[in-house]
């Protein structure tokens, strides 16, 4: 069983930056992408960045050349760095994972971190 464990969501002024964390455990074989996706009051979940298994990366057009996906695979941890955050980045971040048992894959949700952007 994997789990997703996140941190580093909380209050920020507009300009201001946060770092999100989200740290898997358990039996990871074989990353094929793992990023963040969040969802705001009264919309639908969206993708802010992911990273596939190659190393590329991928952002969603409001989050480029602000938000910087990394990832440490010593620590199986990913790591979305913010900056200059808007009010519109406000918004509840989820950690997502897929991998690869080498016969199938399966997916994996942290349990969210809150980012609120003050105006």
């Known amino acids: 069983q994997v789990q997703l464990v996140e941190s580093g969501g909380g209050l920020v002024h507009t300009g201001g930056s946060l770092r999100l964390s989200c740290a898997a455990s358990?039996?990871?074989?074989?990353?094929?992408?793992t990023g963040w996706y969040r969802q705001a009051p009264g919309k639908q979940r969206e993708l802010v960045a992911h990273?596939?298994?190659?190393?590329?990366?991928n952002y969603a057009d409001s989050v480029k050349g602000r938000f910087t996906i990394s990832r440490d695979n010593a620590k199986n941890t990913v790591y979305l760095q913010m900056n200059s955050l808007k009010p519109e980045d406000t918004a509840e971040y989820v950690c997502?994972?897929?991998?690869?048992?080498?016969?199938?894959?399966?997916?994996?949700w942290g349990q969210g971190t809150q980012v609120t952007v003050s105006s």
């Open positions: 997502y994972l897929k991998i690869s048992n080498g016969l199938t894959w399966y997916e994996y």
């Open positions: 358990g039996s990871i074989r074989s990353i094929i992408r």
């Open positions: 990273i596939i298994s190659g190393g590329s990366t």
